[in-house]
């Protein structure tokens, strides 16, 4: 009786499982289930021992048959609810179950920094023979403790990221690999000491090096909160999660145009699930992750010991797999990294299978381009490039060209003028220094450089005209005049009730103040226009990838409507565009994100315009100037694709900087979220023009996500500046200047005009 | 002593102030979309970052600068006639009936009770730059005053001199001064609380938040 | 001429002189004022002639004013002196904004040019005008600064200046921010330094300045008035603005410049006055100067002038050369009205020729402050305000004589300018201390203390003008 009571509480447990997964949708199945269990309720009194267990067992049976059923009509918006059900497995699950020993050290329960992040030393033990191997892994994940309240579900804070890439380092050190589990619906939005973004960015910027292998595990990987743990060698996703640029609620939200909490109707969310293309099945096809994990009908529970057993299994394997494809075993490797494994491997039982998990130097300098080349190839081709393969394939051999001309330029013939200059220098500051000695006790230093001169010769030098080079004295006047400069009217600035400005007359604000408020300082914000055609020497912008054109990926409902309305009222095909140009004839690189294209949120298209421009500077030696007119963050109709160029151009930021470049970033108006947290925010020289806000997430998500109000100037670039997310806080008139400055003051050892 | 019952019957025999609301510039006026008894309210929000009720745009330059309600209260009169007129730096345009709330009641009665440094002759008053930083970080009732300490800007007829405290030690309860307004000679720019009178403060809060109703 | 309507946008005796302008020229006008202002002489004159009148929030904001400027359908703004008068930003709006109007001053252009110090010195060069000698343009080489630096220094070694001072001032700089002396040569190099990282982090502009220090001097100034050709500026002589105040402000402005009639100098007086006279016009034919103007120099003791700056706007002491001046037959000159004139496009009518000059004159400014204590501002309530009428004194004044007057905080706190006329220098000086005598002005503050003034100061600096 005890057993068929217990068996009948399972059953109604998975019956009210089916109902939060499916939140009360009109399911026949679910109908007929509910009614058999209600009549077997109704009726177990009167039966017999021996009939209440094979009435159990039937109903065992066909609640295990319609769950798999079930699990075949499930939309994108039930695995949501399925990954965020306080049933769903969560990392200390997956601790006990696949590792064989391990000790959490990222603090302990609710004692700890961030209790949504969990570190943990681990170790999986394998056979080979009689002996057995021990092999240690550093565990990084989010924690969601099956709704326990403190672990804030799975939402991890700055500091929480900045746990994981602590340790991350530690792992590197002593050389054993890291398997990230990404449990989160999306970073902590606040901005602190670091400020979400910062931090994320900071990660990324890391990992892109990190010299150890990585293996990810996705469960629910939220945009930004993920992307802090996710970027590895290999991404492994289970059967029934999603993996997204936002949550189905934030699209909805956007997309239905909301404002202050309103909630969008449950249509639209599940629809916007649906376009968001979020399941592992769809990850897969669009190449974005490298394998899919099944789970059981239903999603994996704590109790699915069959499915950790393949769960350890895979990660094993796949731990093999980036370390094999290191070692110079060409063969081995070559057979491992093909997309379709040979028969040999497709059995590959990883108990059996002894791989060291440690690397020689050398093999992790692989490991680190391998990595790069791989997030170099993701989304590759979703954009449009009308060029035929023959002007590609020009575009490459000019690259190459450059390549060599560049290495001769540079390392073979500009590394010995260097050292030859520095030789004269030496002498000559020697000869002077002893000439001074010698002479110094009969003459002035001044009269030794400058000699007597008769008087009238001085006072014609100094009462006549003097010659005069007119150079960048243009007297208030700009190349460049925004359009705002024809109205004949007069605008308020915003501060003009906190510190009395009067209002100013837009040809004098829009023209010669260039925007600024002459009394408090205040920045209007200015076309993306006003910085090309001011901040450059005249004429010297050259633009390239123009044809390079955006796109919907995920055939989004609508959406080419709103991207060739963009086109058409923008006059570009991105909302990137990069050039080079020079400032007093140092060329540059430039990169910039136009606000007024679809709020300059980036997808693949701008992802590969950056990163084209990036590995252009590179092979040219060119100093980059990533200059954000503003940013919304990743463009959300683009899916994951979008979200994949977070970790895929902060690696090349990474490639370059490492190779000795220097990248600036100049923030202006309003700069928000994905890029922000990746590859604009790992630079270590990022400037924001006055009155610019930048950050995370905007007010209403932050009071969305934490139910915090935050401050007017929560974004503004006073308070980036005290995070220490920017170095400084720029005058827009000023701009090409200080860009002067930077170009003597800051960056790596291999720029040409260095 | 401070008799804070008597001061309270007093308010509440006109527990309103009628607040004229002038245009603060020359333009052309066109009235928001309010009628007389209208309730209106001030700025609001934790930072007072959502602005008052609009009342009414006079139009200057091309440009349509709205005037705002200042303080919660009702319309009592609106200047209708000057719909559509052109008018000057502060006629007015219509005055609200504001009720007192707990915390200006607070402080009419603090008046009475803090020791009040006067400004000592028609000027504009700011604090010096030390003080000013840090009230700016940590509200005026955080700075501790003594009696020859530097504390104010008095500027008039472009020139400016340093105007020290004088008086007891004591914190910053109350300012009576805004930026960049002149201030008449005899009037109060600062309430001071010495520590003795701290318990008569507190008095007054408890007191005020515990009979005073505000209303709407 | 046509009929014009003249927003007057300006405040007390100027607003008042040109009130009375525009009434004499029969031209219509609109006057504005602020609250504090509400019992000024210059509302209650325009009350009294029926022009317009407007209250404000501010005489400093342009948007006001051009909003007053349409609602009156003025037609043309008199900016007076101080607020706009030297603003090319407000010249250029009130002719370009799409109702436009005459600015009754120089065209912007002018004014910018002439706004800025370095290209005034530069056009001055170009003309053969003397300048302050050191560099004119913004110096961005070491090596080059020295080299300046050292030539200054030997020029003045052997011009006979025992201590030979430097400036070196951000070019970029202005008002007194970024100046600094060098009188030992050996500290050039850490000064310029200084001041070269000063200039950068604070206007990014590393360019600096050099120039010699000139110690002993007299102030001088040519009156120039041209018309909207600019092509025939004429000149209304030279004033002497010596007298000045312990901040630099000026007391007594005195018409000539020199009198080397009656004083000796060490040097040829009438051959120096002749010259900047001169060498103003060659400048204002030069940029084309349209409206009236005044050229400031320095004279140093052994009598070598320099071109300071160009003020490009009507000036307080504009009455003490009008009242020196006449034009043919008619004696006395009203600058303002001129102004006016030729402002709204009339041609100036007469040259040089017909321009003469007699006597001397000499402008007080009157105002409540105490000397003795620099020059520090006293602030109350004026109860009485007298002065005895005299064929030979023109008195401006804003303070009502009738009623008491709350001295406003917020302006410059002249209260009067008294200009007396002589035949010769002794007639004038005898007529200032007499008209001094006369002025009755008596008032106390809120703690009852009586007014402080600076007549005695005025009064012993009589015994002492043109003199050098």
Same mark, same amino acid.
């Given at each position: 009786m005890i057993d068929v009571e217990k068996k009948l509480h399972r059953l109604n447990d998975r019956l009210a499982y089916i109902k939060d997964i499916f939140? $009360?949708?009109?399911n026949e199945a679910v109908r007929m289930l509910q009614v058999r269990l209600d009549d077997f309720q109704a009726r177990v009194a009167e039966m017999s021992a021996q009939e209440r267990l094979s009435a159990i067992s039937a109903m065992e049976e066909l609640f295990t048959f319609m769950e798999q059923k079930l699990d075949e009509q499930l939309s994108p918006m039930d695995k949501v609810r399925i990954v965020r059900h306080p049933q769903r497995i969560c990392l200390r699950d997956i601790l006990e179950n696949v590792y064989d020993n391990y000790t959490e050290i990222g603090g302990q329960d609710d004692k700890s920094i961030d209790p949504s992040m969990l570190i943990a030393r681990a170790y999986i033990t394998r056979r080979r023979g009689k002996a057995l191997h021990n092999q240690p892994v550093m565990v990084i994940g989010q924690e969601?403790?099956? $709704?326990?309240?403190?672990?804030? $579900? $799975?939402?991890?804070?700055p500091w929480g990221n900045a746990k994981a890439l602590q340790y991350m380092k530690v792992a590197e050190i002593e050389n054993i690999p890291v398997h990230t589990f990404v449990f989160t619906p999306g970073s902590y939005p606040i901005e602190d000491y670091p400020g979400a973004a910062q931090q994320i960015a900071r990660n990324l910027y890391e990992m892109a090096g990190l010299k150890v292998p990585i293996v990810a595990v996705f469960s629910e990987g939220g945009s930004g909160g993920a992307e802090a743990i996710g970027l590895a060698d290999r991404r492994l996703m289970l059967s029934h999660g999603y993996y997204s640029v936002i949550s189905p609620e934030g699209a909805a939200a956007i997309e239905g145009r909301l404002r202050d909490g309103t909630r969008a109707a449950p249509e639209l969310i599940e629809r916007c699930a649906l376009q968001l293309k979020m399941t592992a099945q769809d990850n897969l096809r669009h190449g974005l992750i490298d394998q899919v994990v099944e789970e059981p009908p239903l999603g994996a529970k704590p109790y699915h010991y069959e499915f950790f057993q393949s769960l350890r299994n895979e990660l094993m394997r796949a731990t093999d797999e980036v370390v094999l494809t290191t070692r110079s075993f060409a063969l081995l490797r070559g057979a491992i990294s093909q997309p379709h494994r040979p028969k040999s491997l497709e059995n590959y039982n990883a108990e059996n299978f002894v791989t060291r998990w440690s690397l020689s130097t050398k093999a992790r300098d692989r490991l680190v381009v391998l990595r790069q080349k791989k997030f170099r190839n993701l989304s590759n081709g979703r954009w449009i490039d009308p060029r035929t393969s023959f002007d590609l394939m020009l575009t490459k051999i000019q690259a190459t060209s450059t390549d060599l001309l560049n290495l001769f330029r540079h390392d073979l013939w500009g590394r010995r003028k260097k050292q030859l200059g520095y030789a004269v220098e030496e002498m000559d500051a020697g000869a002077r220094m002893l000439l001074h000695r010698i002479f110094n006790p009969f003459f002035s230093f001044t009269r030794e450089l400058f000699g007597t001169k008769p008087r009238a010769k001085i006072a014609e030098e100094l009462t006549t005209l003097s010659s005069w080079e007119e150079d960048g004295s243009k007297n208030g006047t700009w190349s460049y005049i925004s359009s705002k400069a024809k109205e004949d009217r007069a605008v308020t600035c915003p501060n003009a009730a906190k510190y009395g400005c009067l209002d100013l007359w837009a040809p004098d604000l829009f023209g010669e103040f260039a925007g600024v408020c002459t009394h408090c300082g205040y920045h209007f914000p200015m076309g993306y226009k006003w910085f090309m055609y001011n901040v450059f020497d005249p004429g010297s912008i050259r633009e390239f990838n123009q044809e390079i054109e955006a796109t919907n990926p995920l055939n989004w409902d609508g959406f080419d409507a709103k991207l060739e309305q963009a086109k058409q009222k923008t006059g570009l095909k991105s909302g990137c565009i990069t050039f080079e140009a020079s400032i007093n004839n140092t060329r540059m690189c430039v990169a910039l994100l136009a606000a007024s294209f679809r709020g300059g949120s980036v997808g693949v298209a701008e992802g590969e315009k950056f990163l084209s421009a990036i590995e252009r500077a590179q092979r040219k030696r060119l100093p980059v100037l990533a200059y954000v007119h503003g940013t919304a963050g990743i463009r959300i109709q683009e899916g994951t694709n979008g979200v994949i160029q977070m970790p895929r151009c902060t690696i090349g930021v990474r490639r370059y900087i490492d190779a000795g470049g220097l990248y600036l970033v100049v923030y202006d108006t309003n700069s928000y979220a994905g890029p922000v947290a990746s590859f604009l925010g790992c630079s270590p020289y990022q400037f924001a023009i006055r009155s610019t806000n930048l950050g995370f997430a905007g007010r209403g998500v932050i009071k969305e996500t934490t139910g915090l109000d935050i401050p007017p100037d929560y974004h503004d670039a006073e308070k980036a500046l005290s995070r220490g997310h920017i170095q400084g806080i720029w005058d827009r008139r000023d701009i090409r200047a200080n860009l002067q400055q930077a170009l003597v003051t800051m960056g790596g050892r291999n720029l040409y005009y260095k | 002593m401070l008799d804070i019952s008597k001061l309270l019957e007093e308010i509440k025999q006109t527990p309103f102030d009628k607040v004229e609301i002038v245009s603060p510039w020359c333009g052309r006026v066109s009235f928001a979309d309010i009628k007389e008894e209208d309730p209106v309210a001030g700025p609001s929000g934790n930072w007072l970052e959502v602005p008052g009720t609009l009342l009414a745009n006079v139009e200057r330059e091309h440009n349509p600068k709205p005037v705002r309600a200042p303080e919660k209260g009702r319309i009592e009169i609106i200047h209708n006639e000057l719909e559509g007129q052109f008018i000057e730096a502060g006629t007015p345009l219509l005055t609200l009936k504001h009720f007192l709330t707990k915390q200006e009641v607070i402080q009419i009665i603090l008046k009475q009770a803090l020791h009040l440094f006067n400004a000592p002759e028609r000027a504009k008053y700011y604090f010096v730059p030390e003080v000013d930083v840090k009230i700016r970080a940590a509200g005026h009732r955080s700075v501790r005053i003594a009696n020859g300490m530097d504390l104010f800007i008095m500027s008039r007829m472009k020139r400016e001199a340093i105007l020290p405290y004088s008086g007891p030690e004591g914190l910053i309860y109350s300012v009576y001064f805004s930026h960049n307004e002149n201030v008449g000679a005899g009037e109060p720019l600062i309430g001071v609380c010495p520590e003795e009178l701290m318990p008569i403060v507190e008095d007054v809060v408890a007191r005020v938040q515990a009979e005073w109703e505000e209303q709407e | 001429m046509e009929k014009h309507k003249v927003l007057i946008a300006n405040r007390g005796e100027i607003a008042m002189r040109i009130t009375r302008a525009c009434q004499k020229l029969g031209l219509d006008f609109v006057c504005v004022y602020t609250a504090e202002d509400s019992h000024s002489r210059h509302v209650h004159l325009a009350r009294e002639l029926g022009g317009g009148l407007y209250r404000v929030s501010s005489y400093h904001d342009a948007n006001e004013l051009m909003a007053v400027a349409d609602a009156s359908f003025a037609t043309a703004v008199h900016p007076g002196y101080g607020f706009f008068a030297e603003d090319f930003r407000f010249a250029r709006r009130v002719t370009q904004r799409e109702r436009g109007l005459i600015f009754i001053g120089p065209s912007w252009r002018v004014i910018r040019e002439l706004g800025d110090k370095i290209n005034t010195k530069r056009l001055a060069r170009s003309l053969g005008v003397p300048t302050v000698?050191?560099?004119d343009k913004p110096i961005y080489d070491e090596m080059e600064a020295e080299h300046v630096a050292q030539s200054l220094y030997d020029f003045q070694l052997s011009s006979g200046i025992s201590q030979p001072t430097i400036m070196v001032k951000a070019s970029a700089g202005g008002g007194g921010m970024g100046i600094e002396e060098v009188q030992d040569i050996g500290m050039f190099r850490s000064v310029y330094r200084r001041i070269r990282n000063y200039a950068l982090r604070n206007f990014k502009d590393e360019g600096v300045l050099i120039e010699q220090r000139i110690r002993d001097f007299n102030h001088l100034e040519v009156q120039i008035v041209s018309d909207r050709s600019g092509k025939n500026p004429v000149h209304f002589g030279t004033r002497n603005c010596s007298i000045q105040s312990t901040g630099h402000q000026k007391r007594v402005e005195v018409a000539p410049g020199f009198a080397p009639a009656e004083i000796n100098y060490s040097f040829d007086a009438a051959g120096v006055l002749a010259e900047i006279t001169e060498h103003s016009l060659a400048l204002a034919r030069k940029v084309r100067y349209d409206n009236v103007g005044t050229w400031e120099w320095i004279v140093t003791r052994d009598g070598r002038p320099f071109l300071m700056e160009v003020n490009t706007r009507i000036q307080v002491e504009n009455g003490v050369s009008g009242i020196i001046a006449g034009i043919r037959e008619q004696e006395g000159v009203d600058i303002i009205a001129e102004q006016i004139r030729v402002g709204l496009g009339e041609p100036l009518g007469y040259t040089q020729a017909d321009v003469s000059l007699s006597g001397v004159g000499i402008e007080y400014r009157i105002i409540a402050e105490d000397p003795a204590a620099g020059f520090a501002p006293w602030v109350g309530r004026i109860e009485k305000f007298a002065w005895k009428q005299e064929s030979w004194l023109e008195m401006y004044t804003q303070v009502p004589v009738n009623e008491p007057y709350d001295i406003p905080t917020e302006f410059d706190p002249n209260l009067a300018l008294g200009i007396v006329w002589g035949k010769d220098m002794e007639e004038a000086k005898m007529r200032g201390v007499a008209f001094l005598d006369s002025l009755v002005l008596e008032g106390a503050d809120s703690s009852g203390n009586p007014l402080k003034s600076n007549i005695s100061f005025l009064r012993a600096k009589t015994a002492d003008i043109l003199k050098f």
């Open positions: 939140a $009360g949708k009109q969601t403790g099956h $709704g326990d309240e403190f672990r804030n $579900g $799975g939402s991890v804070k | - | 000698p050191g560099s």
